[in-house]
């Protein structure tokens, strides 16, 4: 069975770091295509970033691109966001997924993490 | 970026109606879309995926239909479980993009 379970999240300050982590297990990770996908409260689903297996390729929402940054260790099945220059706008909870093969559909979800940014 | 609109934004139905929700992107995106479900509390589901491919898993009451820029969602007998809020999402370009979703309630 696949299993994506994120942590890390927590409440920090604005202009603050934070690192989400997601542990997999169950599929082959280091073949497997890797999103963060978040949903603000009481908001609707916002895509991320995007890791290619290999963390050769990385895609990134435009609002959060030279803020956040997606990474991998293939060899401990972790995937991993930090967060940097966090604005109250971050504010989310922020699911850990799996796309289906090469193709940028969230087939299996983690549970999500909450990141709160507020002082 | 590709901006999507779902309609209606919120309906109400009854167990056994047929529902239907339309989901329109701001360019064409060929059969690029999938659909997710998501109930209170819960992680989204992926329900279609393609346009008009049912995942492994889904009931066979739940269909997906169109291309290009114009898609539904219908659910041909509401059952008490799909009560949820129901979201598109397309993968033709970066940014990937979701609707703004569609509450189905009582």
């Known amino acids: 069975e696949v299993y994506l379970v994120e942590s890390g999240g927590r409440l920090a300050q604005p202009g603050g770091s934070l690192t989400l982590s997601c542990a997999v297990s169950g599929f082959t990770f280091s073949n497997s295509f890797m999103s963060w996908v978040r949903q603000a409260p009481g908001k609707g689903l916002e895509w991320v970033a995007t890791?290619?297996?290999?963390?050769?390729?990385?895609k990134y929402l435009e609002s959060v691109r030279g803020r956040f940054t997606v990474s991998r260790d293939n060899a401990d099945n972790s995937l991993y966001l930090q967060m940097n220059s966090l604005r109250a706008d971050d504010t989310a909870v922020y699911f850990c997924t799996r796309l289906m093969g090469s193709v940028t559909t969230f087939h299996y979800w983690g549970q999500g993490t909450l990141v709160t940014v507020s002082s | 970026d590709i901006q999507l609109t779902q309609s209606p934004s919120f309906l109400s139905a009854s167990v056994g109606d047929r529902v239907t929700i339309t989901c329109r992107a701001s360019?064409?995106?060929?059969?690029?879309l999938a659909w997710y479900q998501q109930k209170p509390g819960k992680v989204p589901k992926l329900l279609i995926h393609t346009a008009s491919t049912l995942q492994s898993g889904v009931p066979s009451r739940f269909s997906g239909r169109g291309s290009g820029t114009e898609f539904t969602l219908t659910i041909s007998s509401l059952q008490p479980e799909d009560f949820a809020t129901y979201y598109c999402?397309?993968?033709?370009?970066?940014?990937?993009?979701f609707g703004p979703g569609t509450k189905v309630d009582v």
């Open positions: 890791i290619w297996p290999d963390g050769s390729d990385k």
């Open positions: 360019q064409g995106i060929s059969s690029y």
């Open positions: 999402q397309q993968r033709s370009t970066y940014p990937v993009t």
